[in-house]
């Protein structure tokens, strides 16, 4: 059972970091120049990418139903890799489509959460991000911020409210600091024994407008388990300038590449997703495939041997698989291109949208289904799972993470049979069943976080499809999938749907009486 005991294992840890901290056709396309963007020689210019009072909500728990804006931001970027910063300036068109005037606006800075000041996860290097030149570009008034205790909460006060309904254009500069390898936010050196490498993993860089709900803005406290990161989707149109040794893998397209000198400008543009992120570094090759239309990039370290290789196509097959199985399963995956990079991480993978990061130390884990595939097929279901359809991850993670989780079996059962997959589905049982839809501090720990809302939530799912059949369960996701793309679903949403595709079945009944809290 040595192969299946391994991937059950993989389960369980790495799809939270404990470790460390089919049917479509397609084109193979193999490349060795990670230059996907077209380069010119000459400057370029960007393209355009295609809003009562409220008051501060209390920092903590908000479980209300949120109210879905799309806002519109334009960024000019540049990384110092001497002083390790990222920073420019952001031009926002902001959204007010609650019922509520806005008196003031509030930012997530998740990368000043690294700070000594912040409880938990700490570097020695991290600052608090410089955030200036706020203006109001409606009338061109410079505004004030408040950053709360919860460093990575800020506030900007409006001199002129934002109606209801209304939108308006804010700009900003800011400065981020990036620490030395803190994970999915920091950047690391990699030595082959011949040459070293840097690396910038960028996740969650920049100031992101919070989530707007009937009760106020979220600002619920960021985690490290899993994730916390809760955003409407919007548009990106992004220039991001670099040394030109480096490569720069975002979400979204990258339209073009302009190299002067020693520095490199890089266009991109994401549109409809939740996040903007980049890895930028030294030293990579990249794989591709196309499956469906979607172009898939396997980015790895270069370095001349065949463990990395090998790294880089059983991570491109994975992704290849995951995209084939869960479209059928869900809905097609909307967006032309998804990366999957290998670079340092405490976790085994993170998803943002586009670009799913997964760790180096896996390397030696690669091969046909295999540790690395298995965190692949994890952090693509995210894709759908927090990125096309959202969630609040700190409220209700198991709208997000269950299902991820619960996607790994659907990879898995692209090469197992019933049989075996059934085995890989009880070993990997948990033992008890303990409630799934907690907010995270309503488990008693983390681990209890985790067996709930990975372990027994992917159980949870699995046994939903086992009671109602597998048509009539992805029948009842793909509407979920479908009604709530693009927008933040809750668990009613989710539920009302279920319900519907399993009228009186008593065993599903049984099942969201055990595995879910009223």
């Known amino acids: 059972m040595g192969k299946k005991w391994h991937i059950t294992t993989l389960s369980i840890l790495l799809s939270i970091g404990l470790l460390s901290c089919s049917g479509c056709s397609y084109h193979r396309v193999h490349s060795d120049d990670t230059s996907s963007a077209e380069e010119t020689s000459s400057e370029s210019e960007t393209s355009g990418a295609h809003a009562s009072d409220s008051t501060e909500a209390s920092e903590g728990e908000n479980k209300s139903v949120p109210t879905d804006q799309g806002n519109d931001y334009r960024m000019n970027l540049y990384l110092d890799t001497e002083n390790h910063t990222i920073y420019g300036t952001i031009t926002i068109t902001i959204q007010n489509e609650s019922e509520d005037d806005w008196r003031n606006l509030c930012f997530r800075d998740y990368s000043s959460i690294y700070t000594e000041s912040a409880s938990g996860y700490e570097c020695d290097d991290a600052k608090i991000t410089d955030i200036t030149d706020i203006v109001d570009l409606r009338n061109n ?27 308006m254009n804010l700009s900003f500069s800011f400065v981020s600091y990036v620490p030395e390898t803190c994970s999915r936010y920091g950047y690391s050196i990699r030595d082959n024994g011949s040459q070293s490498y840097e690396c910038y993993n960028l996740g969650n860089f920049y100031p992101i407008l919070a989530v707007y709900t009937d009760s106020g803005w979220s600002t619920e406290p960021y985690i490290f388990m899993g994730e916390c ?35 490199s400008v890089w266009t991109s543009l994401a549109e409809d997703v939740r996040d903007f992120t980049m890895v930028i570094g030294e030293g990579f090759a990249v794989v591709s495939d196309e499956v469906d239309g979607i172009t898939i990039n396997s980015y790895y370290y270069s370095d001349d041997n065949e463990d990395e290789s090998e790294w880089g196509a059983a991570a491109l097959a994975a992704g290849v698989d995951s995209v084939t199985a869960y479209g059928d ?40 289904y295999s540790y690395v595939q298995l965190v692949v097929a994890h952090e693509i279901g ?29 990879y898995q059962d692209t090469f197992m049979s019933q049989k075996e997959l059934d085995e890989i589905v009880d070993e990997g049982a948990s033992g008890y069943i303990s409630p799934i ?31 109602m059949g597998e048509d009539e369960f992805n029948a009842a996701i793909s509407e979920y999938v479908e009604k709530y793309a693009f927008q933040i679903a809750t668990e009613e949403d989710l539920l009302e749907i279920m319900n519907e595709h399993a009228i009186g079945n008593e065993e599903v009944e049984a099942l969201m009486a055990e595995y879910l809290q009223e």
């Open 437 to 467: 839809n907690l907010a995270y501090d309503e488990f008693e720990s983390d681990y209890d976080y985790y067996i709930g809302v990975y372990v027994n939530g992917q159980h949870f799912l699995y046994a939903l499809r086992q009671a």
């Open 329 to 368: 399963a869900f809905g097609k995956y909307p967006y032309a291109e998804l990366n999957v990079c290998e670079t340092y991480l405490d976790a085994g993978g993170m998803e943002y949208p586009n670009l799913v990061m997964i760790s180096d130390s896996m390397v030696y884990n690669a091969g046909d």
């Open 229 to 263: 990161f809760n955003s409407v989707c919007s548009d990106y149109d992004v220039t991001v300038t670099a040394p030109s040794s480096y490569q720069v893998i975002t979400s979204g397209v990258s339209l073009s590449k302009v190299t002067e000198n020693d520095q």
């Open 141 to 167: 008034e410079k505004l004030s911020l408040t950053r709360s205790e919860d460093p990575s909460v800020v506030y900007v006060d409006l001199g002129m409210s934002l109606s209801a309904g209304d939108s």
């Open 382 to 410: 995210h894709q759908w799972f927090y990125g096309i359809v959202g969630n609040d991850p700190y409220n209700e993670a198991w709208l997000d993470e269950s299902f991820a989780s619960y996607c790994e079996y659907i």
